[in-house]
């Protein structure tokens, strides 16, 4: 029962409580081919609305999916210090966002729908 009280939350754009549900001992919503286990709202047997998606290796993204993929505004974690906050779009980087790498190193970035930066400013 909690769990569908959940969901019937999340179908009211209030997601804070499943998605702070996620981590150790909680069942995902959905397991994706990459082994990525996705804490948020469904539409159509598809991630959509505002979830969390978490894979072994350590990465994580926190953000908008739309259609099963990354959308809107979000970040995603690559490894230890490494993330990227900002705009996606169709499941890759597109936008506006800011680039953190594990050495302290910020960049600024615009970046296109091919998910490569067209600009960039940075500080160590």
Same mark, same amino acid.
């Given at each position: 029962?909690?769990?569908?009280?959940?969901?019937?939350?999340?179908?009211?754009?209030?997601?804070?409580?499943?998605?702070?549900?996620?981590? +150790?001992?909680?069942?995902?919503?959905?397991?994706?081919?990459?082994?990525?286990?996705?804490?948020? +709202?469904?539409?159509?047997?598809?991630?959509?609305?505002?979830?969390?998606?978490?894979?072994?290796?350590?990465?994580?993204?926190?953000?908008?999916?739309?259609?099963?993929?990354?959308?809107?505004?979000?970040?995603?974690?690559?490894? +230890?210090?490494?993330?990227?906050?900002?705009?996606?779009?169709?499941?890759?980087?597109?936008?506006?966002?800011?680039?953190?790498?594990?050495?302290?190193?910020?960049?600024?970035?615009?970046?296109?729908?091919?998910?490569?930066?067209?600009?960039?400013?940075?500080?160590?």
């Amino acid at each position: 029962m909690r769990h569908a009280a959940t969901r019937l939350l999340c179908l009211v754009s209030v997601c804070w409580t499943i998605t702070a549900g996620a981590g +150790p001992g909680a069942t995902p919503d959905a397991v994706t081919a990459d082994g990525g286990r996705y804490y948020g +709202p469904m539409v159509h047997g598809r991630l959509h609305g505002q979830g969390r998606m978490e894979w072994d290796n350590g990465s994580s993204y926190v953000g908008g999916f739309a259609d099963g993929q990354f959308s809107g505004t979000g970040r995603l974690q690559t490894g +230890p210090g490494v993330v990227y906050e900002g705009e996606f779009e169709q499941g890759l980087m597109a936008g506006h966002g800011v680039y953190r790498l594990a050495d302290r190193c910020t960049f600024a970035a615009l970046v296109g729908g091919t998910g490569k930066a067209l600009s960039r400013t940075g500080r160590r």
